[in-house]
RNA sequence: GGAUGGGUGGUCUAGCUUGGUUAGGAUACCUGUCUCACACACAGGUGGUCGAGAGUUCGAAUCUCUCCCCAUCCA
């Protein structure tokens, strides 16, 4: 009888359910919480600080890709902690600018410039409070080890006197401007609007085809337009390079109908041969096209409308009115003189106002910039020495950087956001900036000043714009640090050690922030940038409300917990890559942790053998199999790719510890001699086990946390040192796929052999030799199949 | 129109940098089994020739070229 068959039993597992219950979850956090073990100080220790992407609350549900990529920054926060860094994970929540004030003024049905700006400051202020605390409880929920206590919002008075004293830095060092530039303007509301306001639609227009004099042939050309109205505006006629039509007029003039003012006729590539005649008017502005169009040809501009939305004296006898009006006006005067040829209905991309639905103009307005293409080739050659996650992302900011055209406009005509510390003298309209330090707001506050520091004199108005958001949000490595604040704590935590984000704000998150540090300390930021991918849906879009595709990560988290959540994230999502979110998948990975627990379960009633002895064969083949695991993890945490360990742990313990290892060393771990081929197989079993545990624990800190406190020791596991040192002989790996096979084949014989009219079960005897090559494993073979 | 990434069994995905035994895994599906950690399990099985075409090569999912399709960002 073999020890199988035995009545003895090892002792009682410590552990008594058969599946890992979530619930568990929320007594341990109560535990970190109260042993407050991520908590950061400044020490000799290396500093690791995380250049957290503060999340935007800007409305329900949270996007499930958003709460995955938290996981796994937390994941790199874990990480790092375990390798012994002192790690400063802050939380960050980010409510500035335009998405709280479409909120708010949804949420109470005002309009925010019909209302006085104090009270809609306040409605905005408090708008997302709800929101923001139920994304704090998702997160901690998640069991993300971040600096709750001393969470930060970037609409706070010390947030924005920050960004503030960087833009006087930036000032005083003659890096800011003011200049006069085409910015887009929704007549119907009166006032500029961000590009972020404007949705296209395919709207129905009229395409009219207008008679052109040449001045010098005296010949006609005809000019197709959707805005005719802007004829007075228009300062060149172009043609497309390619097209032979028009070779010959390249270089003469177009004489406009009724205004008889001559044009340059030019070529320009964006002129498209098949649209309309293929001859275009560009008109100071008639579309973003045409803005680009002046800018590269260098024309001089024509103001075709007021910032009442009416058309500027240039417009001759037609000033004055409004754009329909003009439109009519001028289509009516072109028909009476049989300037027109034909028109045309055509479908026309505009762009509109997110809110009134009205067209949107294009009109020059003053606003401030900030000098970044002096900075392009600093930031070009920084780029290459920022070491990117993955790599192939570094492309990213690099098209970017090299598309870069213009300076940064940093001005918009908003209210929720940080105010331009500045005042205007009465006197001579110089701007007089405070000295930093506080938050002010010029808008409402009178100068920390007495006098205009050109000219003396003393009534000033402050300036009512703000900040572009980005001019906040590019300094959160400069705030988490206490630049300007707290000068030991920056010398220890600046630069920053990475930057996790999503690839999507590249151009605008990442470049801005490496702009503006490079600016201001002259340091890189970081010295890591992880850039992760987007979370889309099943079918591989991306999520949005329109679609009505968005998964919200509240009840799933819910339902499967935290860690089946973070394993779910870390197994599908390759770095940099999107990843699909779909609940079987995530179902999916709730099963793998129950694996996890029952092995956990099985473990517990075995004595943990922690002095290694002189070890049987099959357990030094499994101790060279798990040698071989650390080190492809070692691999994907240094790369802070989670996909890597996740997906390796996963099939090493499932596949090849379980299915195999386990079932072969049953026998000897079941016997009740405590022999040296007992501990041997003891010690295995323990050190494979604890050391999954260790590379699953910034991935999935509950369960790993749970079984090795209830096994190992009381010491979190989220201070241990991942990796420790492991003696095997890589060279025995050679049996892996040979003992797999035979294994199989063992159990293809026994399904395929009916006794009494059923397979043979597992545990029937079988008469099969174990071959030669595996003579080192077959007393335990023999045991794990009962072969005779 | 420009840029980036991708197209591998029903679905998802590894492999492609450094070309070479029956293309690995997950999930779904079918069949059987409650075998002393686990039925959220175990065992067995069906299913792909790697987007299309051409080329390089003794040999290509893997290299080169052309084309098609998808996603995302920008215009």
């Known amino acids: 009888m073999s020890a199988r068959h035995d009545e003895s039993r090892a002792m009682e597992p410590k552990i008594q359910s058969t599946s890992w ?30 250049d957290t992407p503060p999340p935007y609350p800007s409305g329900r549900p949270w996007h499930i890709g958003a709460a995955a990529h938290y996981a796994q920054i937390d994941m790199i926060a874990r990480t790092a902690r375990m390798n012994g860094k002192n790690v400063l994970f802050p939380i960050g929540i980010d409510r500035n600018g335009l998405p709280v004030e479409i909120y708010t003024e949804k949420k109470h049905k005002v309009r925010m410039r019909q209302m006085d700006r104090e009270k809609f400051l306040e409605l905005c202020k408090v708008a997302l409070d709800d929101l923001e605390a139920e994304m704090i409880q998702i997160m901690k929920g998640m069991g993300v080890s971040g600096n709750f206590k001393e969470h930060y919002r970037t609409d706070s008075d010390d947030y924005r006197a920050l960004t503030q004293l960087t833009f006087i830095e930036l000032w005083n060092r003659g890096l800011v401007y003011l200049a006069n530039r085409p910015n887009n303007y929704c007549p119907d509301c009166g006032t500029t609007i961000a590009d972020a306001e404007i949705i296209y639609n395919e709207i129905p227009t009229k395409l009219v085809y207008m008679k052109f004099k040449i001045k010098e042939t005296g010949n006609e050309v005809i000019i197709a337009s959707t805005r005719p109205e802007l004829l007075f505006a228009c ?80 417009a001759g006898q037609y000033a004055g009115l409004r754009i329909n009006q003009a439109r009519t006006k001028v289509i009516e005067e072109l028909v009476t003189s049989g300037l027109i040829v034909k028109e045309e209905n055509i479908m ?25 293409m002096d900075f392009v080739p600093q930031l070009r050659e920084l780029a290459f020495k920022l070491k990117f996650h993955p790599d192939m992302h570094r492309q990213i900011l690099l098209n970017w950087l090299d598309s870069i055209a213009i300076d940064w406009p940093v001005s918009r005509r908003r209210f929720y956001g940080t105010e331009i510390p500045i005042w205007y003298c009465n006197t001579c309209k110089a701007p007089n900036l405070p000295v930093p330090g506080r938050y002010h707001r010029p808008w409402k506050e009178k100068p920390p000043f007495d006098k205009c520091e050109k000219c003396g004199g003393s009534e000033f108005t402050g300036e009512d714009r703000t900040f572009d958001t980005w001019m906040d949000s590019s300094i959160s490595p400069l705030f988490i640090t206490k630049f300007g604040n707290d000068q030991k704590m920056f010398s220890y935590a600046y630069p920053t050690a990475i930057r996790p984000q999503a690839k999507d704000i590249i151009r605008t998150w990442l470049h801005y922030t490496m702009l503006r540090c490079v600016q201001l300390t002259g340091k890189m930021p970081w010295d890591e940038a992880w850039i992760m991918g987007y979370g889309v849906d099943e079918k591989g ?10 998964v919200d990560p509240f009840p799933v988290i819910q339902k499967y917990g935290a860690d089946t959540f973070r394993f779910w994230s870390a197994s599908q999502a390759n770095l ?39 070890l049987e064969a099959s357990d030094r083949w499994m101790m060279a199999e798990l040698v071989r695991l650390v080190e492809e993890c070692r691999k994907g945490y240094e790369e802070y790719n989670f996909f890597v360990p996740a997906n390796a742990i996963r099939d090493f313990t499932w596949n090849l510890f379980a299915a195999h290892y386990v079932e072969m060393v049953k026998g000897r771990a079941y016997s009740n001699e405590n022999n040296s081929a007992k501990m041997s197989a003891l010690y295995t079993l323990h050190r494979c086990l604890s050391t999954i545990l ?25 201070l241990q040192p991942m990796f420790r040192e492991e003696k095997a002989d890589s060279d025995v790996r050679k049996y892996t796929k040979q003992i797999i096979d035979f294994n199989s084949m063992v159990w293809n014989k026994k399904k395929a052999t009916i006794k009494d009219g059923k397979p043979l079960s597992l545990k029937d005897p079988i008469g099969i030799p174990v071959p030669d090559e595996l003579a080192l494993f077959a007393k335990d073979l023999k045991e794990m199949h009962n072969l005779v």
């Open 235 to 314: 300062q060149a006629v172009i043609v497309n390079p390619a097209d032979a039509r028009y070779k010959n007029l390249q270089g003469s003039h177009a004489i406009l109908p009724l205004f008889n003012r001559e044009v340059q006729i030019r070529p320009h590539r964006s002129a498209k041969p098949e649209f309309g005649s293929g001859a275009v008017m560009v008109c100071s502005y008639g579309d973003q096209n045409d803005v680009q169009v002046f800018r590269e040809l260098g024309l001089k501009e024509i103001v075709a409308l007021n910032d009442n939305g009416l058309t500027t004296d240039a």
């Open 694 to 718: 260790l590379l699953m624990a910034p991935i999935a800190p509950f369960i790993s946390e749970e079984l090795w406190t209830k096994i190992y020791s009381k010491e979190t596991i989220h």
């Open 541 to 550: 879009e991306k999520m949005s409300k329109s679609k009505g595709n968005v």
């Open 21 to 50: 219950n979530p619930e568990i979850e929320k007594a341990i956090l109560k535990q970190w919480e109260e042993q407050d073990i991520y908590r950061f100080t400044i020490s000799n220790k290396p500093a690791f600080v995380i």
């Open 576 to 614: 940099g890559y999107d990843f699909r979110c779909s609940e079987q998948k995530i179902a999916g990975s709730q099963k793998f942790l129950s694996k996890l627990w029952n092995i956990g379960r099985f473990l517990s009633s075995f004595e943990v053998v922690e002095e290694r002895p002189e």
């Open 348 to 372: 026309h991309r505009t762009p509109l106002c997110e809110r009134s639905k009205t067209p949107i103009e294009i009109i020059p307005l003053h606003d401030y910039y900030v000098k970044q």
